[in-house]
């Protein structure tokens, strides 16, 4: 065993766990991504302060390879937090610099390292899932870099044998040469790991919009739905991305806007806020904001009154501060 395989199996063992919270699952669960700015405790209290029930965050500075390890103060602040059970559903989303497709030695033994010690991160949170971008292949071809995000997958799982948290593989809007467009690419990299049991999937609807799955209507979205079920699996879905595009079908240009006022339209939002099967699932935004929130009260507002009008004329879109901005980050979006 490597010394650096001995210390990452050492971190995760460092917090004894304890009963997961169980909450209602009768609620609607959403939300949105939060910052951890102040320590990871202090998402927990934004996402309560507008009235989630589902969050989404990082567990380290996102634009960075890697951080200290969490304190034991730290982990229990997020654990023990008096409004934690106000959250139904906590997940965490990798950083924007791992890429598992990567050729570059260097760039590819971080991506490795981050990954596993973000996964680690995550597990001390008794959190059940890390939302990972697959990887890019950068020019070298669609199948060796499928085939790269499989070895990368199997090399980091077997560093963490016992850990919990699932890697939950988001489709992409395949921009550039970013993988994970196509529910066959997802599913390529699910049947071929040696443990798939441990790998989910979280749809972002601007990325299979922008990546060209018709969302037109109810009828389109049961279609995407269906082949979804075919082809991946229903039980896969762990979490919606629940975004707007501002760019049209089939552009692969992954850019988020706000809720009914980019290019996928209500019809698409309606359907996914009033399907059963989606209950349960967690759907949290990734839309532009500031530091008041104020955008993701009235995204969520909007997609609430969805499920009540049952019309797109009855819904009037909740006010959004003009102030709204995203933060572009190279080809990304980074939400502070």
């Known amino acids: 065993m490597r010394n650096s395989d001995f210390g990452l199996k050492k971190l995760a063992n460092a917090v004894p766990r304890r009963s997961p919270i169980r909450n209602p699952t009768s609620e609607i669960l959403l939300g949105a991504h939060m910052s951890i700015g102040g320590g990871v405790h202090a998402a927990i209290e934004r996402a309560c302060s507008i009235k989630c029930t589902a969050m989404q965050m990082f567990v380290k500075n996102n634009m960075q390879w890697f951080a200290r390890p969490l304190t034991l103060g730290e982990i229990r602040a997020f654990l023990d937090h008096t409004q934690r059970a106000e959250l139904v559903s906590v997940f965490a989303h990798a950083n924007y610099l791992i890429n598992l497709?990567?050729?570059?030695?260097?760039?590819?033994?971080?991506?490795?390292?981050?990954?596993?010690?973000?996964?680690?991160?995550?597990?001390?949170?008794?959190?059940?899932?890390l939302v990972l971008h697959p990887g890019a292949h950068l020019g070298v071809g669609e199948e060796f870099g499928l085939r790269k995000i499989v070895s990368s997958i199997d090399e980091v799982f077997a560093r963490l044998p016992g850990l919990k948290t699932k890697i939950a593989l988001e489709t992409t809007a395949g921009q550039g040469s970013c993988l994970g467009h196509t529910f066959a690419q997802i599913a390529f990299i699910i049947s071929n790991v040696r443990e798939p049991e441990r790998i989910r999937v979280c749809l972002d609807t601007a990325h299979v919009f922008a990546a060209g799955y018709d969302m037109t209507d109810a009828i389109a979205m049961k279609k995407m739905f269906a082949e979804f079920d075919r082809v991946i699996g229903r039980d896969r879905l762990a979490a919606i991305h629940m975004n707007d595009s501002k760019t049209a079908s089939g552009s692969r240009v992954d850019r988020h806007e706000h809720i009914g006022k980019g290019q996928i339209g209500l019809a698409a939002f309606r359907f996914i806020m009033n399907e059963p099967r989606f209950r349960n699932i967690p759907k949290v935004l990734e839309t532009p904001k500031g530091k008041e929130l104020r955008e993701d009260v009235a995204n969520m507002r909007t997609l609430r009154r969805l499920i009540r009008t049952g019309s797109d004329r009855a819904a009037p879109r909740a006010h959004l501060p003009k102030n709204g901005r995203s933060h572009q980050v190279g080809n990304k979006q980074k939400y502070r």
């Open 101 to 129: 497709a990567a050729t570059n030695p260097q760039f590819h033994a971080n991506s490795i390292r981050a990954l596993s010690e973000e996964l680690i991160r995550a597990d001390q949170l008794e959190i059940p899932f």
